[in-house]
């Protein structure tokens, strides 16, 4: 029952739905994370706290860098549960605007690792968080 309530417990925030859409699209550095979210590291690592509880997401370290990636299990499970919700998912304007800012924020990796620490692009508006 424990791995149902923290599974449920992840899903059951905003910002935890954001992250666990955007890593649907595969591995991502936790600061290609923050600067698609537009949330600040310390926002990102508390959520990404409770997904990892859940065991939904595993990590790897590359050097000064923690890559998080769906398990394999969970990305089973989070693709049914998306294609249920798909009619309000596909069309809701933060994941709308999350995926437009990680597709800008991926094209700037280097041979497909992560190139920067966290900085914000100033190409990319920050309105504020969206925490």
Not at 10 to 21: E, F, K, S
Not at 56 to 66: M, Q
Request: aromatic fraction near 4%.
């Amino acid at each position: 029952m424990d791995e149902l309530v923290l599974t449920a417990k992840a899903l059951a925030d905003p910002t935890r739905v954001r992250i666990l859409a955007a890593l649907r699209g595969g591995e991502l550095c936790v600061c290609e994370l923050g600067d698609a979210l537009g949330v600040t590291q310390s926002t990102l690592s508390t959520h990404l706290q409770v997904i990892r509880e859940a065991g939904l997401v595993g990590t790897r370290k590359a050097g000064k860098w923690v890559y998080y990636s769906l398990e394999p299990t969970a990305a089973r499970l989070l693709a049914r549960v998306f294609t249920h919700f798909q009619g309000g998912l596909k069309r809701h304007r933060l994941l709308l605007r999350d995926a437009t800012r990680l597709t800008k924020r991926l094209a700037e990796r280097d041979d497909g690792a992560c190139c920067r620490g966290g900085a914000r692009p100033a190409r990319v508006p920050w309105k504020g968080r969206t925490s």
